[in-house]
């Protein structure tokens, strides 16, 4: 008995030490030191809270960067690849339909190679980033669509980094006048 009542407490001390006392504190440590990361990274315009630079987010709309594919529609609950295997024909085929789509939607060449980030979706589906590469292909197409002249589309070309975050590069290029 005596044996019980030393290990009850023993796992009440361990319990209250590391599931709440430890994660207060580095929680609190996070919140000092790094909000913005401790929040979650949000991005706020006009005081609300239009999205996250840590989560990938879906653009239809020709006058923005296309993301990376996800197989789960960019929910973060749950999120996921897709778990096709690289010898599943439904995954040839959706990978070809992606490129082909990428090809149509940029005005590309058709034997033009796409980056395969533009084919496959990410392993947690929620992926902000894409290559140089992948964003170059596609600023022929958001400078035509948004009717920029040679000065406003070197001003877009310069916003592309060698990892690029579509999330904010699009907000960006929004600011482009």
């Known amino acids: 008995m005596k044996t019980?009542?030393?290990?009850?407490?023993?796992?009440?001390?361990f319990t209250i030490l590391t599931g709440i006392l430890y994660t207060l504190l580095i929680t609190g440590i996070a919140q000092v030191v790094f909000p913005v990361k401790a929040n979650g990274s949000l991005v706020s315009k006009n005081n609300v809270v239009i999205g996250s630079e840590l989560i990938g987010q879906q653009f239809d709309s020709p006058r923005y960067f296309t993301s990376r594919p996800s197989a789960v529609s960019y929910n973060t609950l749950p999120s996921g690849g897709s778990n096709y295997g690289w010898t599943s024909a439904s995954l040839k085929n959706l990978v070809e339909q992606r490129r082909q789509q990428f090809i149509l939607s940029n005005q590309l060449d058709p034997d033009t190679d796409v980056p395969s980030e533009m084919l496959f979706a990410s392993a947690s589906g929620l992926d902000p980033h894409i290559s140089k590469q992948s964003a170059l292909l596609q600023a022929d197409r958001i400078s035509r669509v948004r009717n920029f002249n040679s000065i406003q589309k070197k001003e877009m070309l310069d916003l592309i980094d060698e990892r690029v975050n579509v999330f904010l590069l699009n907000l960006k290029i929004d600011s482009i006048k």
């Open 4 to 13: 019980l009542i030393i290990s009850l407490k023993m796992f009440l001390f």
